[in-house]
């Protein structure tokens, strides 16, 4: 895995490979940007110029003048009070990639915080030190970053190397003491939109495998089911003008060139049912939310995210007041990317139902081996059908969920770390589901083996699912082969099978 040099900006895909495990390190002018705006925070301290969150409460506190000796206690405080995070644990991943678009965010130069700091995180990232971090609990951002920053100060939990130890522990052993936060240090690190892009670069990552498997999968049914290819014509695709279709009908065409079995069953059927016939259209929507979604991470990964921002120089420091921490684009984009992904994941259920019900399929009952005796993939199209109920509740907007906290000072929320979990848990689902489509696939072409040869796409995809599965036939827990499914989709693109 290559290592990621910051030197201006970050885009989704550095993020999501720091996230996997890469090492992030900071250009010489990345880290002078860091220092200038340290510097620059000194000297607002030193001017005695009110400015939010370096020398006054912060929230609805906000006109609450905090006096120069209690500033240092203002930053560990803001650390202490709004690590309230509650429910499970991201994951180290995830974490990882939160810090990452921390760093990222400093790196501008437009938040204050000691390069100190960002050598800490960095340090994080490179010692394997991720902090516990509860998945619930942010509006904005504000829970996730704080107990990242509980362990930069020693207190908090993390996992070094996958062991649990408290903060403490965890500086111990890189060899670090716990920082004393100085003025802003504490604002800056709670601070910004790195929650919910470093989730959402998490999500896009996930995302794109995602697409990629369903537009395989979906191959593998089509031919299984005997489809029409002249659906799929790029010269018919042409006429609706869209990259996403276009990309998915040259997946769909390249992936079934050559098939015997798509030739046998030439001219069956004027045209298929939509949840094949359409595969293009929906999951080309679903391309072209996930290149919208990317370019709006991408635009925040770019942009200063701190309130204040600090700029100027330290001869003439500038502090302003503003609201670049609320991200309603960002949770409009993810949320619009959760919704593309689970109907994407219905159609999958879809398909699902058409391979296992003899009424429409051609196939034995259920894809069973011994229909009655056996009940094959019946209850497999339960869990499909249940998964994907489950997203079309989870595409009910975050962007749109409101809230006013703070004593109406904070009387708007845009949600994007909301919206950004939401995708997250989308995706969980959509991968269970096209796994069971993949296993079903498969299956199905168990019995067609005898009537013509696969094209050599489906064929490899075929042969890649049966060196993990074998034919199911009421011999072990169906539930265990779904989940193995699934993993395959998690272990590598189809593109490299």
Same mark, same amino acid.
């Given at each position: 895995m290559q290592d990621i040099m910051l030197v201006t900006a970050l885009d989704w895909r550095a993020v999501a490979a720091v996230a996997d495990g890469a090492a992030l390190s900071l250009s010489g002018d990345a880290r002078q940007r860091v220092e200038t705006a340290s510097r620059i925070v000194s000297a607002i301290v030193e001017s005695g110029v009110r400015a939010y969150g370096v020398n006054t409460g912060v929230g609805a506190l906000a006109d609450t003048v905090v006096d120069r000796p209690s500033q240092s206690r203002l930053s560990r405080n803001i650390i202490l009070s709004h690590a309230c995070g509650v429910g499970p644990l991201l994951d180290a991943r995830e974490v990882r990639a939160i810090i990452a678009a921390q760093i990222a965010n400093f790196s501008h130069g437009h938040s204050g915080v000691r390069p100190a700091i960002v050598e800490l995180l960095q340090a994080f990232l490179s010692e394997d030190c991720i902090?516990? !971090? +509860?998945?619930?609990?942010? *509006? =904005?951002?504000?829970?996730h970053n704080a107990h990242i920053a509980l362990v930069l100060i020693g207190e908090g939990k993390a996992r070094l190397k996958g062991k649990p130890v408290t903060g403490a522990e965890a500086l111990k052993a890189i060899n670090t003491e716990p920082l004393v936060l100085q003025a802003k240090e504490g604002l800056s690190l709670v601070n910004g939109t790195a929650c919910s892009t470093g989730l959402g670069s998490v999500a896009l990552a996930r995302a794109e495998r995602l697409l990629d498997w369903a537009d395989a999968i979906a191959a593998l049914t089509i031919e299984a089911l005997g489809c029409q290819m002249t659906a799929f014509d790029a010269s018919v695709l042409a006429l609706?003008?869209?990259?996403?279709?276009?990309?998915?009908?040259?997946?769909?065409?390249?992936?079934?060139?050559?098939?015997?079995?798509?030739?046998?069953?030439?001219?069956?059927?004027?045209?298929?049912?939509?949840?094949?016939?359409? !595969? +293009?259209?929906?999951?080309? *929507? =679903?391309?072209?939310?996930?290149?919208?979604?990317?370019?709006?991470?991408?635009?925040e990964l770019a942009s200063v995210t701190d309130n204040p921002a600090v700029s100027g120089t330290p001869e003439a420091p500038m502090v302003s007041s503003e609201a670049h921490a609320v991200a309603p684009a960002l949770g409009q984009a993810l949320d619009s990317l959760a919704v593309a992904i689970a109907q994407i994941s219905m159609m999958s259920e879809r398909r699902i139902d058409r391979l296992v019900n003899p009424l429409?399929?051609?196939?034995?009952?259920?894809?069973?081996?011994?229909?009655?005796?056996?009940?094959?993939?019946?209850?497999?199209?339960?869990?499909?059908?249940?998964?994907?109920?489950?997203?079309?509740?989870?595409?009910?907007?975050?962007?749109?969920d409101g809230g006013v906290t703070s004593a109406l000072q904070e009387d708007f929320l845009g949600h994007p770390t909301g919206a950004a979990n939401k995708l997250l848990a989308v995706l969980d689902n959509a991968e269970q589901i096209l796994g069971i489509e993949f296993a079903a696939a498969a299956q199905a072409q168990d019995f067609k083996a005898g009537i013509a040869p696969r094209a050599k796409?489906?064929?490899?995809?075929?042969?890649?699912?049966r060196a993990a599965l074998p034919t199911y036939a009421d011999d072990r827990p169906l539930g265990w082969d779904l989940e193995k499914a699934?993993?395959?989709?998690?272990?590598?693109?189809?593109?490299?099978?």
């Open positions: 902090p516990e !971090v +509860p998945s619930k609990g942010s *509006a =904005g951002y504000l829970s609706r003008k869209s990259a996403g279709i276009e990309k998915v009908g040259k997946t769909l065409r390249d992936r079934l060139a050559g098939s015997g079995l798509i030739d046998a069953a030439k001219g069956a059927r004027t045209q298929d049912a939509l949840s094949l016939r359409s !595969v +293009p259209h929906a999951h080309g *929507a =679903g391309w072209d939310v996930f290149n919208f979604a990317g370019s709006v991470v991408n635009q429409v399929s051609g196939l034995p009952a259920f894809l069973a081996v011994d229909p009655g005796a056996g009940s094959g993939f019946m209850i497999a199209q339960y869990t499909a059908a249940a998964l994907a109920a489950e997203n079309r509740r989870l595409g009910a907007p975050a962007s749109l796409g489906t064929d490899a995809l075929y042969r890649h699912i699934r993993d395959l989709l998690r272990e590598s693109p189809p593109r490299s099978i």
